[in-house]
């Protein structure tokens, strides 16, 4: 007689667990890019294969992997991103912002699961023989030790996720880890953006520095050339004046230039988050400096879905998707399951 009420009640529950996989989120479609597949060529320039057609996965993978080590082929520059990535105060932020957001994933999908509680407790005590027995033992009786056992496991709650809306709420603290993921990478493009061109800088500011010390002393030179002239009376105190008024403008360019060089050492140094060794610091603008490793041709208009910000707003599109079924769920009752044994 009990055997059917049993096999009701796990069927019940094995359709709850089947209803509990559904969920009310909208569907989610990728809206189309709003840009050529290709860059847009001359009518008498021949038109490059596509980068799909023709290639090779492995040859694929590598055009989509290009990291900064393969693009920036100055040594120096990259010890410079290598310690920024490795010590820069913002990257390591968005690191424990990642840290955070799975944490709370984690936390968000173990509300599927039911919440087990456990306790124990063990009692060890000497009752007296009156109280054990009810009546006077004679003198010398021994009294064994009473001991109680107490052991209990209970369910707290559990809801039965019948419309999914504990299951986009997981789906929604994925997306958002996703999402924080993707700001990670974001940082750590724009760290090595911001070193990259804080190098240059320095390089150009050098450069400048070196050209307006040339000049300094070139225009130095041309002044006691013309303060010899005008001792001997070839020339008169205004040019004199003049030679002096440009020496003075040329000194004023090389102490212009020699504070913006020290100011891009500071940036430097900020952007890596420690001291600069003046050994990585670029001497002047040469081609090692400003050599760039060259794209693949024909890259595809796909290439945009790779970039960090990119994927990390699909990610945040995603996760309002997931909260949009949750608070459709919320319109329907919910059903929590509680439960003791000991």
């Given at each position: 007689?009990?055997?059917?009420?049993?096999?009701?009640?796990?069927?019940?529950?094995?359709?709850?667990?089947?209803?509990?996989?559904?969920?009310?989120?909208?569907?989610?479609?990728?809206?189309?890019?709003?840009?050529?597949?290709?860059?847009?060529?001359?009518?008498?320039?021949?038109?490059?294969?596509?980068?799909?057609?023709g290639?090779?996965?492995?040859?694929?993978?590598?055009?989509?992997?290009?990291?900064?080590?393969?693009f920036?082929?100055?040594?120096?520059?990259?010890?410079?991103?290598?310690?920024?990535?490795?010590?820069n105060?913002?990257?390591?932020?968005?690191?424990?912002?990642?840290?955070?957001?799975?944490?709370?994933?984690?936390?968000?999908?173990?509300?599927?699961?039911p919440k087990?509680?456990?306790?124990?407790?063990?009692t060890?005590?000497?009752i007296?023989?009156?109280l054990?027995?009810?009546?006077?033992?004679?003198?010398?009786?021994?009294?064994?030790?009473?001991?109680?056992?107490?052991?209990?496991?209970?369910?707290?709650?559990?809801?039965?996720?019948?419309?999914g809306?504990?299951?986009?709420?997981?789906?929604?603290?994925?997306?958002?880890?996703?999402?924080?993921?993707?700001?990670r990478?974001?940082?750590?493009?724009?760290?090595?953006?911001?070193?990259?061109?804080?190098?240059?800088?320095?390089?150009?500011?050098?450069?400048?520095?070196?050209?307006?010390?040339?000049?300094?002393?070139?225009q130095?030179?041309?002044?006691?050339?013309?303060?010899?002239?005008?001792?001997?009376?070839?020339?008169?105190?205004?040019?004199?004046?003049?030679?002096?008024?440009?020496?003075?403008?040329?000194?004023?360019?090389?102490?212009?230039?020699?504070?913006?060089?020290?100011?891009?050492?500071?940036?430097?140094?900020?952007?890596?988050?420690?001291?600069?060794?003046?050994?990585t610091?670029?001497?002047?603008?040469d081609?090692?400096i400003?050599g760039?490793?060259?794209?693949?041709?024909?890259?595809?208009?796909t290439?945009?879905?790779?970039?960090?910000?990119?994927?990390?707003?699909?990610?945040?599109?995603?996760?309002?998707?997931?909260?949009?079924?949750?608070?459709?769920?919320?319109?329907?009752?919910?059903?929590?399951?509680?439960?003791?044994?000991?």
């Amino acid at each position: 007689m009990l055997r059917n009420p049993v096999r009701t009640a796990v069927a019940a529950l094995i359709a709850m667990s089947a209803l509990s996989g559904c969920t009310l989120e909208p569907h989610y479609k990728r809206p189309d890019l709003p840009v050529p597949e290709q860059w847009p060529l001359p009518e008498n320039s021949t038109p490059m294969p596509s980068a799909d057609a023709g290639a090779t996965g492995a040859s694929q993978t590598s055009v989509w992997e290009i990291g900064w080590r393969e693009f920036f082929t100055d040594p120096q520059l990259q010890q410079l991103i290598a310690q920024a990535l490795a010590n820069n105060r913002d990257v390591r932020v968005a690191v424990l912002n990642v840290e955070l957001a799975r944490a709370q994933y984690h936390v968000q999908r173990a509300n599927l699961l039911p919440k087990v509680d456990a306790n124990g407790s063990y009692t060890r005590e000497k009752i007296p023989p009156a109280l054990a027995f009810g009546t006077q033992l004679p003198p010398g009786t021994t009294i064994p030790l009473e001991k109680i056992y107490q052991v209990g496991v209970g369910v707290s709650s559990w809801e039965i996720d019948l419309f999914g809306r504990v299951r986009s709420q997981s789906h929604a603290a994925l997306q958002q880890y996703l999402a924080q993921e993707q700001a990670r990478r974001s940082a750590q493009l724009s760290l090595i953006a911001q070193v990259a061109g804080a190098y240059l800088t320095l390089a150009a500011d050098r450069e400048l520095d070196r050209l307006a010390l040339e000049t300094l002393k070139g225009q130095e030179a041309s002044y006691d050339l013309t303060r010899q002239r005008h001792e001997s009376g070839a020339v008169s105190g205004l040019d004199l004046a003049q030679a002096r008024t440009t020496v003075e403008q040329a000194r004023v360019d090389a102490a212009r230039f020699e504070g913006n060089v020290a100011q891009d050492v500071d940036a430097l140094a900020l952007l890596i988050g420690g001291a600069v060794d003046a050994g990585t610091l670029p001497r002047e603008l040469d081609a090692n400096i400003t050599g760039l490793a060259p794209l693949p041709p024909a890259l595809p208009s796909t290439v945009l879905l790779r970039r960090p910000d990119i994927l990390q707003a699909e990610h945040q599109l995603r996760a309002a998707n997931a909260d949009i079924g949750a608070a459709r769920a919320a319109f329907f009752p919910s059903i929590n399951l509680t439960g003791a044994i000991g």
